[in-house]
């Protein structure tokens, strides 16, 4: 499996981007997949997942009502749509993906839980 994220960049505070991650070598149909960010100088932390068969969603505290993950099963692309930008959000994000958990397995925000991970993509908002 390869995952490819971009649509990383430098904006401003308040801005929009929209990041993708692209899958080859597998269809994620049963998996949960998921938005992860390493700010400077810090851990890697969880910002979003999403499961791929219904929908539903798990967001970070700090990014709930600004970033939207979604799904397009036809392109087999993951996105997050990040709004209202803060210099806080400044990290490289990553895009992972969980092989097809049960379907009553609920989604998680531990990153040990997921099998395949894809390289970075920067974003820099400049307040």
């Known amino acids: 499996v390869q995952l490819q994220a971009s649509g990383g960049g430098l904006v401003e505070a308040g801005d929009s981007l929209r990041l993708s991650c692209a899958a080859s070598?597998?269809?994620?149909?049963?998996?949960?997949m998921g938005w992860f960010r390493q700010p400077p100088g810090k851990e890697r932390e969880f910002v979003a997942a999403?499961?791929?068969?219904?929908?539903?969603?798990l967001y970070k505290d700090s990014v709930k009502g600004r970033f939207i993950i979604s799904r397009d099963n036809a392109k087999n692309t993951m996105y997050l749509q990040m709004n209202s930008l803060k210099p806080e959000d400044t990290a490289v994000y990553y895009c992972?993906?969980?092989?097809?958990?049960?379907?009553?397995?609920?989604?998680?925000?531990?990153?040990?839980?997921?099998?395949?991970w894809g390289q970075g993509t920067l974003v820099t908002v400049s307040s």
């Open positions: 992972a993906g969980r092989r097809s958990p049960s379907l009553r397995t609920t989604l998680t925000s531990n990153q040990s839980r997921y099998d395949y």
């Open positions: 070598g597998r269809t994620f149909s049963g998996d949960h």
């Open positions: 999403v499961r791929w068969s219904d929908g539903s969603t």
